[in-house]
């Protein structure tokens, strides 16, 4: 159902692909996708077919009105009702999801129907076109946690009737689904647990700290830091976390890998950070702390590393400036 196409925690870049199962991608040029724009950008350019699905209700046909291939095809579809695809599929990319605290906190059960339905959906698709398939998870299965930095054997700290539950749980729930049609029903399947992302595309409103504090920078408006700001979050910069999400579908993991860059930041320093690469005259707000906000969040990337030779590498200040950049913004400190 939920498709949001931005970055975020988990980049944003939403949808579903679907191409050659079994098999490499790099050895598969004509393999047949679907997921968000950006997956679909970087899919498209190694010879594969990509097909989008998306109800638009957390995203929009700009993101995807630069691609020009008869290779891609966009279906308006609610995730949470039934899917047929007439051509071969072979490989699932489940995004499907409202990722944005903004978006979650307004329509909670739609947040919990398309992390249930959407996703048994999503694996019933896969499990008839016999495809891999990849369930974006999220750092949110972690709670605020109290074990740190978060390596995927960590169980987390969640509270389900909190504000964010709706969606932490339905993630969570999502994984045991995945892993139950993994170990009941043989279905070939991967699960990414994605980390705070940011990149183009993002919605400027979409509620989440980098967006929010560009859009407030570009326009010399205060930047909303809420808390004191000592609240932690590692920030992954959307090409880096694209390429390591498709390492992922090519290899033959089924457990959790966590994605993301673990380089720390407090979101003060983040804000700070913003303040130079734009050189804005905005000063620093603070306002009150959501209710749940997690106190600190770091990836332990040691198992992305060892199964799919996968770091990032881009800096956060690289990835500030190459994000100002497609905004068509001066980056005066590049
Ligand atoms: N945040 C902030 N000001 C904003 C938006 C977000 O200080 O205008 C904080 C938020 O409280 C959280 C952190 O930034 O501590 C990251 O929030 P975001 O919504 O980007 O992602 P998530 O909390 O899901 O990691």
Same mark, same amino acid.
């Given at each position: 159902?939920?498709?949001?196409?931005?970055?975020?925690?988990?980049?944003?870049?939403?949808?579903?692909?679907?191409?050659?199962?079994?098999?490499?991608?790099?050895?598969?040029?004509?393999?047949? #996708?679907?997921?968000?724009?950006?997956?679909?950008?970087?899919?498209?350019?190694?010879?594969?077919?990509?097909?989008?699905?998306?109800?638009?209700?957390?995203?929009?046909?700009?993101?995807?009105?630069?691609?020009?291939?008869?290779?891609?095809?966009?279906?308006?579809?609610?995730?949470?009702?039934?899917?047929?695809?007439?051509?071969?599929?072979?490989?699932?990319?489940?995004?499907?999801?409202?990722? /944005?605290?903004?978006?979650?906190?307004?329509?909670?059960?739609?947040?919990?129907? #398309?992390?249930?339905?959407?996703?048994?959906?999503?694996?019933?698709?896969?499990?008839?076109?016999?495809?891999?398939?990849?369930?974006?998870?999220?750092?949110?299965?972690?709670?605020?946690?109290q074990e740190h930095?978060?390596?995927?054997?960590?169980?987390?700290?969640?509270?389900p009737i909190g504000?964010?539950?709706?969606?932490?749980?339905?993630?969570?729930?999502?994984?045991?689904?995945?892993?139950?049609?993994?170990?009941?029903?043989?279905?070939?399947?991967?699960?990414?647990?994605?980390?705070?992302?940011?990149?183009?595309?993002?919605?400027?409103?979409?509620?989440?700290?980098?967006?929010?504090?560009?859009?407030?920078?570009?326009?010399?408006?205060?930047?909303?830091?809420?808390?004191?700001?000592?609240?932690?979050?590692?920030?992954?910069?959307?090409?880096?976390?694209?390429?390591?999400?498709?390492?992922?579908?090519?290899?033959?993991?089924?457990?959790?890998?966590?994605?993301?860059?673990?380089?720390?930041?407090?979101?003060?320093?983040?804000?700070?950070?913003?303040?130079?690469?734009?050189?804005?005259?905005?000063?620093?707000?603070?306002?009150?702390?959501?209710?749940?906000?997690?106190?600190?969040?770091?990836?332990?990337?040691?198992?992305?590393?060892?199964?799919?030779?996968?770091?990032?590498? #881009?800096?956060?200040?690289?990835?500030?400036?190459?994000?100002? /950049?497609?905004?068509?913004?001066?980056?005066?400190?590049?």
């Open positions: 159902m939920r498709y949001e196409t931005g970055a975020g925690r988990n980049g944003g870049f939403r949808l579903y692909d679907y191409y050659s199962r079994r098999a490499n991608l790099r050895h598969h040029r004509r393999s047949r #996708v679907i997921l968000g724009s950006h997956l679909s950008d970087y899919l498209l350019e190694r010879g594969h077919r990509v097909i989008c699905v998306d109800n638009l209700v957390t995203s929009s046909l700009r993101n995807i009105e630069h691609i020009r291939t008869g290779e891609f095809v966009f279906m308006n579809h609610d995730m949470t009702e039934h899917l047929e695809i007439e051509e071969p599929v072979d490989f699932v990319f489940h995004f499907a999801a409202l990722a /944005s605290p903004v978006d979650y906190l307004r329509m909670p059960l739609h947040s919990l129907k #398309v992390g249930s339905q959407g996703t048994h959906n999503a694996l019933g698709l896969a499990k008839f076109k016999r495809a891999r398939f990849l369930l974006a998870s999220t750092s949110e299965v972690y709670g605020d946690p930095p978060q390596p995927e054997t960590y169980w987390g700290h969640v509270n504000p964010r539950g709706v969606y932490d749980e339905a993630k969570r729930y999502a994984e045991a689904l995945t892993m139950a049609y993994h170990s009941q029903q043989g279905i070939d399947t991967a699960i990414v647990r994605i980390f705070n992302t940011y990149g183009p595309r993002m919605r400027p409103n979409d509620g989440r700290a980098i967006p929010t504090f560009v859009r407030q920078a570009l326009a010399n408006n205060p930047m909303t830091v809420y808390g004191d700001g000592s609240q932690t979050r590692s920030f992954c910069y959307v090409d880096d976390l694209i390429r390591g999400i498709v390492l992922l579908a090519e290899s033959r993991e089924h457990l959790p890998v966590n994605i993301g860059n673990p380089d720390e930041r407090t979101l003060l320093e983040l804000a700070e950070a913003i303040k130079r690469v734009t050189g804005t005259s905005s000063e620093i707000v603070y306002e009150a702390l959501p209710v749940d906000d997690p106190q600190q969040r770091r990836p332990d990337i040691t198992r992305a590393k060892q199964v799919l030779g996968w770091q990032p590498e #881009v800096s956060l200040e690289d990835g500030l400036g190459r994000l100002l /950049s497609a905004l068509g913004a001066a980056s005066p400190a590049r």
